[in-house]
């Protein structure tokens, strides 16, 4: 156990995020089509609350990226040369190991037999992809924004206006003019399981609740984020009855545009901010919490990328899908998913028990050299 030193709210949100992620993905790889029936109420339930993972996944990253980067210097913003340097190194990461997951290995020894097919999944814009660009745009705000309140602002605007523009993008043809590398960030058409709008909002709205915390006091800022979320979620699910109406009556619920309309959005949003403000409430009658919490969120890109090779295969790996191609029951997708997420919590700890020999060796070298 580890004293509460620290957000232990934005521990617990990532470290959620990350085993939701994690179980979403594995019963999805393995499940038997059979089971997987629209008109099951069982199915379409766990398909609706799955729909909420990448979402919150996406809103930690915001506002955790917020809260590590931004500092406040007397009322100016400022994000230090060490933690710009860090951040842009991260993104270039999220963004190559987005590409690298889907690399047709074929391209480095026989480029003319990579098919159609396979530099399509390429070009696909997935979760890491939508994230690094997010971020991109949260730095360059934070960089050029120096007073909390207008960083706030930008962040808000921002997430609005990725909301309002994905209808508009979503019917245009991009593929008639435009390069597949680049209309796969805009149009589920593509393939694209997330799309830039309006999956950017979320990290957006993340990045705003970070900037409304920057420089408000450790022993508060858990219940005023906490509060805040609560705020935000019933707003988010007022707006959702108002145009969940308008959404239903003109666009079928099977057409790929609803999923750009603001309806389903704004309640997935609702419901992300409802679970994390429940989740913050907790946090704070908690007076420790399990080291396992900030280690996952540490090390989330990395338990991130490792699941996903051990679920759907790599470019140098078969993964569960491959190795299960027909699926199997329920129960046992449930059981590789729990095996799954722990291999990925053993996988952390032993990172962390070598992260933690290194600093005592690192110190026993400097206390010889001392003496």
Same mark, same amino acid.
């Given at each position: ?31 038997? #089509? ?25 809103? *930690? ?5 917020? !809260? /590590? ?12 040369? @060490? ?20 690399? =047709? ?26 994230? +690094? ?10 960089? !050029?924004?120096?007073? @909390? ?10 997430? &609005? ?9 979503? #019917? ?12 796969? $960030?805009?149009? $589920?058409? *593509?393939?694209?399981? &997330? ?30 984020? *906490? ?5 935000? *979620?019933?707003? +988010? ?7 969940? #109406? ?12 609803? @999923? ?9 949003? %609702? ?23 900030? /280690? ?15 679920? $759907?295969?790599? #470019? ?13 029951? =329920? ?6 998913? /729990?095996?799954?997420? +722990? ?6 700890? %032993? ?18 050299? /001392?003496?």
């Amino acid at each position: 156990m580890q004293n509460k030193n620290r957000l232990v709210l934005l521990d617990m949100l990532r470290a959620i995020g990350v085993m939701l992620m994690i179980e979403g993905h594995t019963v999805d790889a393995v499940l038997s #089509p059979v089971y997987k029936d629209g008109a099951s109420v069982i199915f379409q339930f766990w398909t609706f609350f799955r729909g909420l993972t990448a979402p919150f996944f996406f809103f *930690s990253a915001g506002l955790a990226f917020v !809260v /590590a980067t931004v500092k406040d210097d007397g009322g100016f913003l400022r994000v230090t040369s @060490k933690a710009r340097f860090r951040r842009i190194r991260r993104i270039v990461a999220l963004l190559s190991l987005g590409y690298l997951l889907h690399f =047709p290995l074929q391209l480095l020894y026989n480029p003319s037999d990579v098919t159609y097919g396979e530099w399509k999944i390429f070009y696909l814009a997935d979760a890491l992809q939508i994230i +690094s660009l997010s971020l991109l745009v949260i730095l360059v705000v934070a960089l !050029v924004v120096k007073r @909390k309140e207008t960083l706030l602002r930008s962040y808000v605007i921002a997430a &609005f206006l990725s909301l309002a523009i994905a209808p508009i993008t979503e #019917p245009i043809s991009w593929e008639k003019f435009m390069s597949p590398f680049i209309y796969s $960030y805009l149009t $589920y058409r *593509s393939g694209s399981f &997330f799309t830039f709008f309006p999956f950017s909002a979320y990290l957006f709205a993340g990045a705003a609740f970070g900037a409304a915390a920057i420089s408000l006091p450790a022993d508060i800022r858990a219940f005023s984020l *906490s509060r805040n979320f609560m705020k935000a *979620s019933v707003i +988010s699910l007022v707006l959702f009855l108002v145009f969940f #109406p308008i959404q239903f009556a003109f666009v079928s619920p099977y057409d790929v545009y609803w @999923k750009a309309l603001p309806a389903v959005n704004l309640l997935r949003f %609702g419901l992300v901010t409802l679970v994390a403000s429940a989740v913050g409430y907790i946090s704070l009658r908690i007076n420790s919490f399990p080291r396992i919490l900030p /280690a996952i969120g540490k090390s989330s890109l990395t338990v991130y990328v490792v699941h996903l090779m051990i679920v $759907y295969g790599s #470019p140098v790996n078969l993964g569960l899908a491959q190795l299960i191609p027909g699926g199997t029951h =329920p129960v046992v997708a449930i059981a590789l998913a /729990a095996g799954v997420m +722990s291999l990925m919590i053993g996988m952390v700890y %032993g990172i962390e028990a070598y992260r933690s020999r290194r600093r005592r060796f690192a110190s026993a070298t400097v206390g010889e050299i /001392a003496k």
